[in-house]
């Protein structure tokens, strides 16, 4: 897109996002509230020279971009409810494999089917253990149209940078929601490309880790024989199963995003400093939060806000940083509330079952509780 | 100062159009910040139809209509679903044939305008909203002119911009009459 202010929805800025952040390959299977991100994609990806493929359901879909990426193209697919619940084993065979991708999940009213076209955040703890197996993703979740097209670039350059699934959270509320979004010029917008061997292909062990614990990927085509098998697998890409084979590739794949955990972190920290209470919230949800932290500090009491932007891995330290009483606002009924719990006994829950965000009047007056 | 203001009617009447037009008026138009949203969950033609737009000099925080500062309304329906949304004192901006206020009103400024007739004189009564926009634009100023009518000619396909500037000066017009008796 040319540089310059737009208005678009929260939908449109992720297509854009993904665009400017060089995805040129979509595979996707429409759901509310995602459509518009399919319908974006369909019209641009061809003006970029990409490729925009509608497939036959959601399986396919998550299949479809993982092969892709092997071709050395940057990939995403969109999703939403019982969609991403059916990408859910594919996450797993991209997380094994090490295949960069970019999965959007714009969060609704479930269980099931639940409320297609209104605002859930029940998918946060799905987003990390989603598929079977113990295994480590990047998760973003940004709360504006803005955000979302600049936390895009970012998911893209992690997805490439650790060779791992990116699960990048929306919600319908920020999916439909239309703001004004700056786009930024060509040479500002920072890319990162995947690593790929410098070794000849005779030479080269595809799933053999470099001192960062990432190993290069070839371009499948190239030369390189490439063996992506969903089985544990050594360094050549064969299947081991043993013990030995699993320890090592599995602690692997956890270690090199908790190793690399402070670099994939973002949190804003509004209004945090002298606090006497704090709310951690995410998304859409973090927008009320924000005002009822102003209308609390109006009143005298000193609130602030922990906007969790990295849902995974869990930015831990920050919750260790403050010792105030903690209250989680999120749209079900607790779940990242039992991952702050791990790190201060003084938390407490404040969920709705879905379908809209909290009025700040109900935040505010859960702060004003927690500190009486 | 965060501006709130509700737009209600039925499906195809062009609510939502005319909620899209007037934030992306304020937010790319007149350089302040915007938030629409609208409600998904009856879009069919006839059924009841409503979209928000917060208008602020700052980010917009909670992005949906706490309390209305303007309600806008096209339908008798949507006057009796959406009334409570309007704060005390705001504005209620009506279709006089189309929605007949009753006493609960009566602590509101009421501005009305036969936005449906006037269209159908015009020659469409598809624009029916653009009048309603240049009303609103007329009475609440929250907008400027300039800014509502370039987001109007972005939305509107070239060869019906003839019509709908005749719609928007139309309700224009009226509005700076309305507002000075």
């Known amino acids: 897109m040319k540089p310059g202010y737009y208005f678009w929805s929260g939908d449109i ?36 020279g990409g490729k925009f493929i509608e497939m036959e359901d959601e399986i396919g879909s998550i299949a479809a971009i993982i092969g892709a990426s092997w071709t050395g193209e940057k990939v995403m697919t969109a999703t939403a409810g019982p969609g991403i619940s059916l990408m859910n084993e594919n996450i797993g065979l991209a997380a094994m494999t090490e295949v960069p991708i970019v999965v959007v999940n714009a969060m609704r009213g479930a269980p099931s089917t639940g409320l297609p076209t209104l605002i859930g955040q029940g998918d946060l703890m799905q987003a990390k253990w989603g598929s079977h197996g113990s295994y480590e993703i990047i998760s973003l979740y940004p709360d504006s149209v803005q955000e979302t097209f600049d936390l895009m670039i970012d998911a893209f350059n992690y997805a490439e940078k650790y060779r791992v699934p990116v699960m990048f959270l929306i919600d319908a509320m920020l ?4 703001e004004k979004i700056y786009v930024p010029p060509e040479d500002e917008i920072v890319r990162i490309e995947r ?13 053999k880790a470099d001192d960062d614990l990432i190993p290069p990927m070839p371009r499948i085509g190239e030369g390189y024989k490439i063996h992506a098998s969903g089985l544990t697998h050594n360094e050549k890409g064969y299947p081991e199963l043993t013990p030995q084979a699993q320890e090592k590739l599995v602690r692997r ?3 090199k995003i908790r190793k690399h955990a402070e670099e994939i972190w973002k949190v804003e920290e509004y209004k945090t400093e002298d606090a006497d209470v704090i709310v951690v919230a995410m998304g859409s949800e973090s927008r009320s939060v924000r005002l009822a932290v102003d209308l609390a500090r109006r009143e005298g009491i000193k609130a602030g806000m922990l906007r969790l932007i990295t849902i995974w891995p869990f930015p831990y330290k920050f919750i260790e940083k403050y010792n105030v009483p903690y209250i989680v606002a999120e749209i079900n009924y607790g779940q990242i509330y039992h991952k702050v719990r791990e790190y201060t006994q003084d938390v407490e829950l404040l969920p709705k079952m879905g379908g809209e965000i909290h009025k700040p009047d109900e935040v505010l007056r859960a702060i004003r509780r927690m500190v009486q | 100062m965060r501006i709130e203001i509700k737009f209600g009617g039925l499906g195809g009447q062009g609510i939502i159009t005319a909620g899209y037009i007037t934030a992306k008026a304020a937010a790319i138009y007149d350089g302040k910040e915007s938030a629409f949203t609208q409600d998904y969950s009856a879009e069919a033609r006839g059924g009841a139809s409503t979209s928000e737009v917060i208008i602020s000099d700052e980010k917009v925080t909670y992005p949906q209509v706490l309390n209305a500062d303007y309600l806008v309304l096209m339908s008798q329906s949507a006057y009796r679903d959406y009334l409570d949304k309007l704060k005390e004192g705001g504005t209620l901006i009506i279709d006089e044939d189309l ?15 036969p936005a449906t007739r006037f269209a159908e004189e015009i020659g469409n009564p598809i624009v029916a909203n653009i009048i309603m926009l240049g009303f609103f634009t007329a009475i609440t100023g929250v907008v400027s002119k300039d800014a509502m009518w370039k987001s109007i000619e972005e939305r509107i396909p070239k060869r019906f911009l003839e019509l709908n500037e005749r719609a928007f000066l139309k309700g224009y017009e009226y509005g700076e009459k309305m507002k000075k008796e």
């Open chain 1, 175 to 178: 999916a439909h929601m239309y």
């Open chain 2, 99 to 113: 929605v007949k206020p009753d006493e609960k009103a009566k602590n509101f400024k009421i501005y009305k305008i």
């Open chain 1, 195 to 207: 690593k790929r061997p410098t070794t000849p292909p005779e030479e080269t062990l595809i799933y």
């Open chain 1, 253 to 255: 794949l956890n270690d």
């Open chain 1, 13 to 48: 800025a992720a297509a854009e996002g993904a665009i400017a952040a060089g995805c040129r390959f979509y595979a996707g299977y429409p759901i509310t509230p995602s459509s518009e991100i399919a319908e974006r994609m369909a019209l641009r990806l061809p003006q970029e």
